[in-house]
Every structure is written in structure tokens, then in C-alpha cells.
């Protein structure tokens, strides 16, 4: 049997409370460079428009933060409000011995 390979492994790999998309961290992160690709970078390249790939990366970050706060809105699980039916038990406190 062949083994996979690393990156294919880590990408398939899934953690509890992680999603395989883009975070809201890294969309803000595609936001913030695309605004600064977009506005603040006056360099000019031949056969690549700066601003046009900023415009594209703010875009894209703007779809994986509406997309992260869907999914942490809808899909997350939701905590249970402690109800009266609820009871905790606790252990007395007893002084430790004086010698």
C-alpha cells in the first residue's frame, strides 16, 4: 500500500472546531493585502495590473468572511442553556487537620 503523501494528509486532516476553508482571520488578512495592492501600491508591472489583483483579492475576502460568519452563525454547535433541571453536585470542604 502506497503512502499518501504529507500535504494531502494535512489538508484531509480535520480538527473539532475547524473548518477546511478559509477563516475569518485569513479573509481579513486577503482583504487588508488586496486594499493595499489596490490603493497604496503605485508600482507598475508589465502584463499584471496591481490594482485588478488587489480588487480580486478584496473580493475573495469579503466572500470567506460572509461565508465564516454563515458558518459560525448556522452550523455551530450550540451551547445549551443551564436549565433549573440542572444539578451540580460538589464535594464539602473540610479543614485539613491542625498539628
Known amino acids: 500500500m502506497a503512502a499518501r503523501p504529507r500535504a ?3 489538508l484531509r486532516r ?10 475569518l482571520g ?4 486577503l482583504i487588508a493585502v488586496g486594499a ?5 501600491v503605485t508600482a507598475s508591472t508589465s502584463g499584471i495590473s496591481l490594482p485588478t489583483v488587489g480588487l480580486i ?3 475573495v475576502g469579503i ?7 454563515l458558518w459560525m452563525l448556522a452550523w455551530a454547535p450550540r451551547r445549551r ?11 464539602t ?4 487537620p491542625v498539628y
Open 81 to 91: 442553556a443551564a436549565g433549573a433541571d440542572r444539578v451540580v453536585e460538589r464535594d
Open 63 to 69: 466572500i470567506g468572511v460572509v461565508l465564516s460568519l
Open 14 to 23: 480535520r480538527r473539532h472546531g475547524y473548518a477546511l476553508g478559509v477563516s
Open 57 to 59: 483579492l478584496m473580493i
Open 36 to 40: 493595499i495592492l489596490r490603493y497604496a
Open 26 to 29: 485569513s479573509s481579513i488578512f
Open 8 to 10: 494531502e494528509s494535512c
Open 93 to 96: 470542604y473540610r479543614e485539613p
